[in-house]
Nanobody, 120 residues
Framework: QVQLVESGGGLVQAGGSLRLSCAASGRTFSRYAMGWFRQAPGKEREFVATFNWSAGNTYYADSVKGRFTISRDNAKNTVYLQMNSLKPEDTAVYYC?????????????WGQGTQVTVSS
């Protein structure tokens, strides 16, 4: 069992940066690949990024490639999403989850989400 809690969301102007954190509790955290998704009002949940620690692979949605970076600190049981050059279309609730790939159905555990709002 893994519990995930996101933080770091907020209001930022276009072009700015935010770093989201996802603190994990429960055993076997290091065994899981981790990912970030987002959901804007009236839209489906959208894949953002995923990181497979054991294989050293990262995978990003085209819409965020080059601007967002996913990383993790196993010693702190925390996954991060560094978001740079933010755009108004990045506004959404951001969720971290335990799993791999762009399909949300492949993720076993989800956090409650943190709101990111980018003003123009």
């Amino acid at each position: 069992q893994v519990q995930l809690v996101e933080s770091g969301g907020g209001l930022v102007q276009a072009g700015g940066s935010l770093r989201l954190s996802c603190a994990a509790s429960g055993r076997t955290f290091s065994r899981y690949a981790m990912g970030w998704f987002r959901q804007a009002p009236g839209k489906e949940r959208e894949f953002v990024a995923t990181f497979n620690w054991s294989a050293g692979n990262t995978y990003y949605a085209d819409s965020v490639k080059g601007r967002f970076t996913i990383s993790r600190d196993n010693a702190k049981n925390t996954v991060y999403l560094q978001m740079n050059s933010l755009k108004p279309e990045d506004t959404a609730v951001y969720y971290c989850a335990a799993g791999w790939g762009p399909d949300p159905g492949r993720y076993d555990y989800w956090g409650q989400g943190t709101q990111v709002t980018v003003s123009s």
